[in-house]
């Protein structure tokens, strides 16, 4: 038993995977989305806080939007979690003169109206970032 135990944990290293490579910062509101859904469905919620803006993370912690993320509300009913995983994404307009965007969702669930939202985006430092919901 002593031997299987030693074998076992000499042979978990091989079966952890090597660390992922980081990601380079999204360099346009398109590749910001592709983004924020992937995170979302794996629900990595720290990676997704490393996409919001300055201006959002002097709003919220780390700590306090990692453990609140799953149950934020767009709108009445409509969880952000939700939007971003089940609704179509319609586009972005980027404004060059200002770094900034908008990004437009569409979320319908049977028996409930459409929600369309208004995603505010920012490019700070090259990167694009998600900066509030209109």
């Known amino acids: 038993m002593r031997t299987a135990l030693v074998a076992l944990l000499l ?3 091989a ?3 090597a660390p992922t490579r980081e990601d ?3 360099a346009t509101p398109d590749a910001l989305v592709s ?9 990595r919620w720290s990676a997704l806080y ?3 803006s300055a201006r959002q993370k002097e709003q919220i912690s780390r700590l306090e939007f990692v453990l609140g993320f ?4 767009v709108a009445p009913g409509y969880r952000v979690a939700d939007v971003i995983k089940g609704g179509q994404f319609l586009g972005a307009i980027e404004n ?3 770094d900034k965007g908008i990004v ?5 669930e049977p028996g409930r109206p459409r929600l369309d939202a208004q995603v505010e985006v920012i490019c700070e430092d090259g990167a694009w970032r998600l900066d509030g919901v209109r």
């Open 11 to 13: 042979a978990l290293p």
């Open 15 to 17: 079966c952890v995977g």
């Open 24 to 26: 380079p910062p999204p």
């Open 35 to 43: 983004r924020v859904r992937v995170l979302t469905v794996d629900e």
């Open 50 to 52: 490393d996409l919001l």
């Open 70 to 73: 799953s149950s934020y509300t």
């Open 96 to 98: 060059a003169e200002s």
């Open 104 to 108: 437009y969702y569409t979320y319908s």
